[in-house]
């Protein structure tokens, strides 16, 4: 008998956990991995800040191959994960497959549109914030060459390139931008050695402002500024804190708030359709804290603030490489 | 292209190469006594890891490598136990190996320091910094040679130079010590050592070790020399580079650097010239990315004529059937 209770309270206890289970968000960790310092770390720091501040508890996994893509994501909707964040652009085509799949479970997908109903996505304007670091960092140069260099080869990085380009020419219309793409693999996310390579290179050709946008890669790049003495700007996460005086500035991309947006709302809240973070909605900015403050003039300052207003207002437009392949500022 | 350039291409150059080095000469000795190890990958890998680890625990960078050079060792005796005592097979041994070390890199790496699988950033003592030969600032007014000397010469860490007497101490070992002689003979005919009253798992073992301490340098450099910290898989391939240019040396010392030198010179090259102008046409930057690659395959292929191995390699030592 008492046998018997056991197996009913255990059984009890399960389907409570299940109905609790239920209302878990779900966060998939693309590759680069949770601590890239970038991107994914931004993400995971909106899903701390959401349990931190609500006591609630999420199921996350993290990617450790191209290949487990969809078997992660068809997972996640397995274990009623609701709604569930996938990370970055890799992720469309797969989606697009499994959404249809699970049609009560609600996607938010990041840096990608996918066009279902039960999808939000998520997209930033990164080229408006490149293009104030890019000026920032055009005021910043002395030598009037400027350095970029970017993770895998993809459209995504191309419109950081060009904003930045963009800016780098808006504060100084002689500079010469050199561009650098780690790879064209996703491995290309995470090879902080070739980073300082590619960074050292740039700075043997007289660059003297490198702006990171690689995920992972970044750190490498970040460092080999710092050992070069010049400057670098760091993306997606605030990171200025890694080289303090090396690091300018960091191209901000809340993917956290995004996040914590998503979880907060959880599935009742859930839109579908397409959100555009951008400069008016603070997705995306640049970073000034303790550890830059010194680096950013008030010329500076007041000719990033007044771009800013001007490409809110809608008098800069600055050109969107994913729009329609090409770059005015920037051959690739 | 001026100078600057050159010296720039050549001085990327010389770091790219360092890891292939060690690791191409790791493979030498291990091969030239005829074990196989396809594992020289594995052992960078998890040198690089301890390295960077113990030494950001420690704040020595020295204290690191040892570590690093420690746990590559622990791999080799690994691999010469299956392979040497248990007559295993020297291929199968090797590839578990690596799987063995990109996997418990990453476990240890995220209990130790919660950062998944990273270690944290290394900082001054616990990084190997470039040292400055003497009279870098009395040549600095000599033209070509000045600059020669302060971009190429001086200012790389000290495992830079320490690889390149590596080479000279593994010629001077293999062609001019009675050890190198039998080490020699027992990759080509091990009866014939053994015949000779000389034991032959005494030699492959001290071989192997011979390879680790050198694995541990390579893997060492990587993270505290040419990185600041481990991320995980950060060796990247190059294990597998340096036996390829094991063999395109043809198992030999000075052109094992020379063919080092020439890997590590494309992969600068790639780096350095993502985007460049050629008789008018705009080279696509996929282009360079693939053309080390390209001319590794044309190299490989058209220019080394037979690379023949040594012939006991691979098979295990059986004194008696």
Redesign the interface.
């Known amino acids: 008998m008492s046998l018997m209770k056991t197996f009913l309270s255990a059984g009890a206890a399960l389907a409570i956990s299940a109905v609790a289970a239920l209302a878990e968000p779900g966060l998939i960790i693309d590759l680069g991995g949770k601590f890239d310092k970038s991107f994914n770390e931004s993400a995971y720091n909106g899903a701390k800040r959401w349990v931190d501040e609500t006591g609630g508890s999420y199921i996350e996994t993290e990617l450790q191959s191209e290949a487990q893509r969809e078997q992660n994501m068809r997972k996640m909707a397995e274990r009623d994960a609701n709604p569930i964040v996938v990370l970055g652009f890799a992720n469309g085509s797969t989606l697009e497959k499994v959404a249809p799949d699970y049609p009560d479970t609600s996607f938010a997908i990041v840096d990608m549109v996918v066009d279902a109903p039960n999808v939000k996505s998520i997209v930033f304007s990164e080229h408006e914030g490149s293009y104030l670091v890019g000026l920032i960092a055009g005021m910043k140069s002395e030598t009037g060459t400027v350095g970029f260099v970017g993770g895998m080869d993809v459209p995504l990085i191309r419109k950081f390139a060009c904003g930045y380009a963009q800016g780098v020419l808006a504060a100084n219309p002689d500079a010469k931008v050199i561009s650098s793409m780690t790879g064209t693999t996703p491995s290309a996310w995470n090879d902080p050695v070739k980073g300082g390579e590619l960074a050292k290179a740039q700075v043997s050709q007289g660059a003297d402002v490198i702006y990171a946008a690689a995920g992972g890669t970044g750190v490498g790049i970040l460092q080999a500024a710092a050992d070069e003495g010049v400057f670098s700007i760091g993306v997606d996460s605030n990171q200025n804190y890694l080289h303090p005086g090396s690091v300018l500035t960091s191209m901000l991309k809340r993917v956290d708030n995004a996040v914590y947006e998503v979880f907060s709302a959880g599935a009742e809240g859930f839109e579908p359709g397409i959100a555009v973070l951008d400069l008016e909605s603070e997705g995306v900015g640049y970073a000034v804290d303790e550890n830059n403050e010194a680096l950013i003039t008030d010329d500076i300052t007041a000719a990033v603030d007044e771009a800013k207003a001007k490409i809110i207002s809608g008098e800069i437009e600055v050109h969107d490489y994913t729009s329609d392949d090409s770059c005015p500022a920037l051959t690739f | 292209m001026d100078l ?2 050159i010296l ?1 291409i050549l ?2 150059t010389m ?2 190469a360092t890891p292939l080095l060690f690791a191409c000469l790791a493979g030498l000795f291990s091969e030239r006594a005829g074990i196989f190890d396809i594992g020289l990958e594995g052992k960078l890998l998890i040198s690089a890891f301890f390295s960077a680890s113990i030494a950001a625990t420690t704040g020595s960078v020295w204290i690191g490598l040892l570590a690093g050079i420690a746990s590559s060792l622990v791999m080799s005796g690994i691999h010469g136990v299956a392979s040497i005592t248990f007559r295993g097979n020297q291929l199968i041994s090797g590839v578990a190996l690596n799987f063995l070390a990109s996997g418990i890199t990453v476990v240890v790496g995220e209990s130790w320091f919660g ?4 270690t944290p ?1 290394l900082e001054g003592a616990a990084r190997f910094q470039p040292i400055e030969l003497p009279f870098t600032g009395a040549l600095s007014g000599v033209p070509v040679i000045g600059p020669v000397y302060a971009e190429l010469i001086s200012g790389h860490t000290i495992l830079v130079y320490l690889g390149i007497l590596a080479v000279a101490m593994t010629w001077w070992t293999l062609y001019r010590t009675r050890f190198g002689l039998r080490l020699r003979a027992v990759g080509e005919n091990p009866e014939s050592v053994d015949t000779a009253g000389v034991s032959v798992l005494r030699l492959r073992y001290t071989a192997i070790v011979i390879t680790g301490v050198l694995c541990g340098l390579g893997g060492a450099y ?1 993270s505290t020399g ?4 481990f ?4 060796s ?1 391939g190059r294990g597998f580079i340096a036996l390829a240019a094991l063999i395109f040396a043809k198992w030999r010392p000075w052109y094992a650097l020379m063919a080092c030198l020439l890997f590590g010179f494309l ?2 090259v790639g ?2 010239f ?2 460049i102008e050629f008789l008018g046409i ?1 080279v696509p ?2 282009f360079m ?1 693939a053309l080390p690659y390209i001319l590794t395959v044309v190299i490989l292929a058209g220019f080394v004529g037979k690379a023949i191995p040594p012939r006991a390699g691979g098979q295990p030592y059986v004194k008696e059937r």
């Open positions: 600057a350039t720039a001085d990327a770091r790219s950062l998944g699988g990273r950033q990587l040419l990185a600041a910290g991320v995980k898989e950060m990247a992969e600068a780096n350095r993502q985007n705009n930057t996929q990315q």
